[in-house]
């Protein structure tokens, strides 16, 4: 096995540095270890240029107090410097607009779209109380449709009933009114994906989203894809304006690389993370989590 940042941090550093302050020299041989590892759990380019420089910046001259080793020094600001970037406080999906809440949920085909909105509709459900209320937009694939159906079914959330023909336009505005009438606090519009981005998929999100005036547009990207993932997040941005990301299979992706790149690169608070299957698998997002497992 490789040893995990932290070891060769320390390996680097307390071999060179005995006491005092941290030098310019000890801080760059032990960055080249950072870059590696950060670039071997796959985060951008120019993700990883910025935090090697913000780091950098921050340990040159800091002096190492007794009671740690020069090693455990860089590690914390590494740590804490993770942290910050991938953003400090954790941001729950906000309900505070007049109901029902319309909350808009986006992303290629296969991402988890369709899981992770059934995931959000059963938390909002079983654990906030909310009365809510699930819509496929999805009019070129009835099996999405049906797909959403059966997990309302298991997650005992509404879903708003099919009507073959309508355009996704149409069945949004239907969610919607039946959002009002039905007295629902919460509804997940679960937009259509495809396998790349496409005009015909983005002006679809528009055009829905110009509608339903969501609260919330929850971008849905794998974490797996890594700066795929983070392209696809720019390109709905651009096009409909994200409020925040659920990245998912997060449980495959041992290094944690994916919520870093995609935090920096599109600025977007990641919301929640999909860690499996099933629909009670998801959390809140953790940047301390995260950051312990990129530096191992
Ligand atoms: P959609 O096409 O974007 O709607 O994708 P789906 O919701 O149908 O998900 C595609 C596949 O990914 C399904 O087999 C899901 O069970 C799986 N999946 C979704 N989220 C996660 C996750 O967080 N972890 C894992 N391991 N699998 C997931």
Partial sequence: ?????????????DRLTRRGALTEADVSEAMREVRRALLEADVALEVVRSFVDRVKERAVGVEVVKSVTPGQMVVKIVHDELVAMLGADAQPISLAAAAPVPILMVGLQGSGKTTSTA??????S????RKVLMASLDTRRP????????????????TLPIVPGQTALQIARRAMEAGRLGGYDVVLLDTAGRTTLDE???????????????????????ALT??????????FDQAVGVTGIVLTRVDGDGRGGA????????GKPIKLVGV??????????DPARIANRILG
Wanted: charged share 30%; proline share 1%; no cysteine.
């Fill in 1 to 13: 096995m490789f040893d995990t940042l932290t070891d060769r941090l320390g390996g680097i550093l």
């Fill in 119 to 124: 995931k959000i509709a059963r938390r909002l």
């Fill in 126 to 129: 079983t654990r906030d109380k």
């Fill in 143 to 158: 099996a999405a449709m049906e797909q959403l159906a059966t997990l309302g079914r298991q997650t005992e959330v509404a």
């Fill in 200 to 222: 015909a998929l983005m002006a679809e999100v528009v055009e829905v989203k110009k509608a339903t005036n969501p609260h919330e547009v929850l971008l849905v990207a794998d």
């Fill in 226 to 235: 890594g700066q795929d993932a983070v392209t696809t997040a720019r390109a």
């Fill in 259 to 266: 919520a870093l790149s995609m935090r920096a690169v599109t």
């Fill in 276 to 285: 499996g299957e099933r629909f009670d698998a998801v959390e809140d997002f």
